[in-house]
């Protein structure tokens, strides 16, 4: 019963040792600093930083005498430190802690977006050169960090223009673009690539993972000065009063799209049935979205939305129906006495002779 409190304690402890060895060197360069200030900066309460205060005062070298340890002058509520005992230097890394923190890093590096890559990458020099782990035999892949999302990249920082073959989800159609890219960018853990689109004439995003076929032209991007990037604080896709609207009486077990799908309207009907409304890009695509739920997802509205989707789930019946067999031939076999001899065959009738 004690051993998970005998944990916390000394997880507890293992945190205030690293705390006290970088307040002295923090304090060091700070000479006079308040100590609401210190506590702000440290992420801990003035009442923690005084009691490290003084555990302070009976640290230093070994000896222990009143010339070894840690020396500090108050004013007020002002604090100086006047003899660091040598811990003059925040903590080292461990040699875990220099690779988590490499890994990390290259992770960043990798991600599509980062406004500085440069400066994560000098970054990690740094920490590769102090913590000898330049070469260090860590191979870092994002999820969907594939050859295309490194060709992309590739084209967004030379600024060449592309040709893709894309396929667009929402209308369930591939069609073949010219577009000059501006950005690449990591959303819910799917790469994408921002570009002026030349057959849209417009801004447009598309998912990597749904470029069937990609070739850099021998052309730069050109980018018009009315392309503006997406602000994609809040998402990809962004629902606005001029989508279509629908509704759909939900069970549940398709409750699911209240937190996947950003939802106008959410409220509670009959039993465990829901009403959700939410923005669609197209009814096309929402067809193909009912058409994946289960038997507890029902259109409300729009009609022509429930029409559709009747059409097409009848359609798919149609397609696995099976004809009935025709009934099949029933041979009648003429009874036979059996006290008499065999009749109609003549071999087994010459057998008898």
Same mark, same amino acid.
């Given at each position: 019963m004690t051993r998970p409190a005998a944990r916390g304690g000394s997880r507890a402890s293992a945190d205030r040792l690293a705390r006290l060895l970088n307040l002295v060197p923090y304090l060091l360069a700070r000479p006079g600093i308040e100590i609401a200030e210190a506590a702000g900066d440290l992420g801990v309460t003035d009442r923690q930083l005084r009691e490290? *205060?003084?555990? *302070?005062?009976?640290?230093?070298?070994?000896?222990?005498?009143?010339? +070894?340890?840690? +020396?500090?002058?108050?004013d007020?509520?002002?604090?100086?430190?006047?003899?660091d005992a040598g811990i003059d230097r925040p903590l080292r890394l461990t040699p875990d802690e220099a690779l988590a923190l490499v890994v990390a890093l290259r992770m960043l590096a990798e991600t599509p977006g980062v406004a500085n890559r440069e400066a994560v990458e000098r970054a990690l020099a740094k920490i590769e050169d102090a913590g000898d782990l330049v070469g260090a035999p860590v191979a870092v892949r994002l999820p969907g960090d594939t050859p295309r999302v490194e060709a992309l990249r590739?084209?967004?920082?030379?600024?060449?223009?592309l040709r893709i073959t894309y396929y667009t989800a929402?209308?369930?159609?591939?069609?073949?673009?010219?577009?000059?890219?501006?950005?690449? %960018?990591?959303?819910?853990?799917r790469a994408y690539v921002e570009a002026?689109?030349?057959?849209?004439?417009?801004?447009? %995003?598309?998912?990597?993972?749904?470029?069937?076929?990609?070739?850099? *032209?021998?052309?730069?991007?050109t980018v018009p000065p009315q392309a503006v990037p997406h602000d994609l604080t809040e998402g990809v896709f962004r629902p606005s009063p001029d989508l279509?609207?629908?509704? %759909?009486?939900?069970?549940?077990?398709?409750?699911?799209?209240?937190?996947?799908?950003?939802?106008?309207?959410?409220?509670?009907? +009959?039993? /465990?049935?829901? %009403?959700?409304?939410?923005?669609?890009?197209?009814?096309?695509?929402?067809?193909?979205?009912?058409?994946?739920?289960?038997? /507890?997802?029902?259109?409300?509205?729009?009609?022509?939305?429930?029409?559709?989707?009747?059409?097409?789930?009848?359609?798919?019946?149609?397609?696995?129906?099976?004809?009935?067999?025709?009934?099949?031939?029933?041979?009648?076999?003429?009874?036979?006495?059996?006290?008499?001899e065999p009749a109609g065959d003549p071999a087994v009738a010459g057998r008898t002779q």
């Open positions: 490290d *205060l003084e555990l *302070l005062w009976v640290c230093g070298l070994p000896g222990y005498g009143p010339g +070894d340890l840690i +020396d500090m002058a108050f007020g509520d002002r604090v100086t430190i006047t003899y590739t084209a967004v920082k030379g600024g060449r223009a929402a209308r369930d159609e591939t069609t073949e673009r010219v577009i000059d890219p501006l950005r690449m %960018l990591m959303v819910g853990g002026w689109c030349r057959r849209a004439e417009a801004v447009r %995003l598309f998912r990597a993972d749904r470029i069937d076929a990609i070739t850099e *032209l021998p052309e730069p991007a279509p609207l629908i509704t %759909l009486r939900i069970g549940r077990s398709e409750r699911w799209i209240t937190e996947y799908y950003p939802c106008e309207r959410v409220e509670a009907g +009959d039993g /465990d049935q829901w %009403l959700v409304s939410l923005r669609v890009t197209d009814l096309g695509w929402a067809r193909r979205f009912v058409l994946g739920l289960g038997p /507890d997802a029902v259109v409300v509205a729009p009609a022509e939305l429930a029409e559709q989707v009747r059409a097409a789930a009848t359609a798919a019946l149609d397609a696995y129906a099976v004809p009935a067999p025709a009934p099949a031939a029933v041979l009648r076999v003429p009874e036979v006495d059996a006290t008499s």
